[in-house]
């Protein structure tokens, strides 16, 4: 997949991709340099559950707050018995 930088040094992010990685319009993105590559990153500034960016933890590429962290341990624990 390829996409040209505009005038104003802007390039498109494909739908498909944007889909893929949960990056929605007005999402943060972080820019950085690694191995001569440019990497862009997404920002995880709320819980994916509740939207709390109290105590934000990240697991894959979602970010989890303690209150949601110990609600689904919580649950995980009902389930074992």
């Known amino acids: 997949m390829q996409r040209h930088i505009d005038g104003l040094g802007r390039i ?3 739908k498909e ?3 893929e990685l949960h990056i929605d ?3 943060n993105l972080e ?3 690694q191995g ?3 990497v862009l990153s997404k920002i995880d500034s709320s819980c994916i559950f ?3 960016s109290d105590e934000l933890m990240k697991y ?3 970010a989890i707050c303690q209150k949601c962290r110990e609600q689904i ?3 995980e624990q009902a389930i074992r018995g």
């Open 73 to 75: 341990a919580q649950f």
């Open 50 to 52: 509740c939207g709390s």
């Open 17 to 19: 991709l944007r889909n």
């Open 31 to 33: 820019v950085t340099i």
């Open 36 to 38: 001569g590559k440019i």
């Open 60 to 62: 894959d590429e979602y």
């Open 12 to 14: 498109s992010i494909p």
């Open 25 to 27: 319009l007005y999402d």
